[in-house]
Antibody, heavy 118, light 110 residues
Framework: QVQLVESGGGVVQPGRSLRLSCAAS????????MHWVRQAPGKGLEWVSV????????NYADSVKGRFTISRDNSKNTLYLQMNSLRPEDTAVYFC???????????WGQGTLVTVSS | QSALTQPASVSGSPGQSITISCTGT?????????VSWYQQHPGKAPKLMIY???NRPSGVSNRFSGSKSGNTASLTISGLQAEDEADYYC??????????FGTGTKVTVL
């Protein structure tokens, strides 16, 4: 069965950290760039971060640069997002997605909700 | 990294055609042929409808088509159906391995 499954979301206080995981199964993982995309409640999609197929190239949205770190373990078919210094405005559903071509993502996870609140 | 501009809403009757625009700059939409479109139903993950400006993934209806002129990309839905009612987002590669989404468009089937 083809799927991406995110985990690690939850409620966290401002300033704390959280690590999200995205496990891939049934699809090729190690040959593709991967993205994290988030969606605040009732809002639109926001691109968060991307990592190349081999993990050597990474980039981030300005809103998370310096606080979030993307990584991957191709031996475990797993993508990660380490989120530090969390802010209330980071509250969102976080999706992982596989890049088919030029940012067009063909497979998406179901999303994991991160709530930053005191 | 300013969001690409989309109309907030577009509507049409069943069977009609509608077009959603996605306006950026020469640094994103106008500079690269890496524009994608997504359909998102409430509470669901986005679904890829168009990639690389005008390519349809396997399984996506040929009622969906994409194009680009200058700094504006467009998604056209022909033969509008009730199931097409959803939110639609464009996205573009910008530079240095960076991406940006559009503001989103709510499509209503009258």
């Amino acid at each position: 069965q083809v799927q991406l499954v995110e985990s690690g979301g939850g409620v966290v206080q401002p300033g704390r950290s959280l690590r999200l995981s995205c496990a891939a199964s049934g699809i090729s993982f190690s040959n593709y760039a991967m993205h994290w995309v988030r969606q605040a409640p009732g809002k639109g999609l926001e691109w968060v971060s991307v990592i190349s197929y081999d993990g050597n190239i990474k980039n981030y949205a300005d809103s998370v640069k310096g606080r979030f770190t993307i990584s991957r373990d191709n031996s475990k078919n797993t993508l990660y997002l380490q989120m530090n210094s969390l802010r209330p405005e980071d509250t969102a559903v976080y999706f992982c997605a596989r890049d088919h071509s030029g940012g067009g993502c063909d497979y998406w996870g179901q999303g994991t909700l991160v709530t930053v609140s005191s | 990294q300013s969001a690409l501009t989309q109309p907030a809403s577009v509507s049409g009757s069943p069977g009609q055609s509608i077009t959603i625009s996605c306006t950026g700059t020469s640094s994103d939409v106008g500079g690269y042929d890496y524009v994608s479109w997504y359909q998102q139903h409430p509470g669901k993950a986005p679904k890829l409808m168009i990639y690389d400006v005008s390519n349809r993934p396997s399984g996506v209806s040929n009622r969906f088509s994409g194009s680009k002129s200058g700094n504006t990309a467009s998604l056209t839905i022909s033969g509008l159906q009730a199931e097409d009612e959803a939110d639609y987002y464009c996205t573009s590669y910008t530079s240095s391995f960076s991406y940006v989404f559009g503001t989103g468009t709510k499509v209503t089937v009258l």
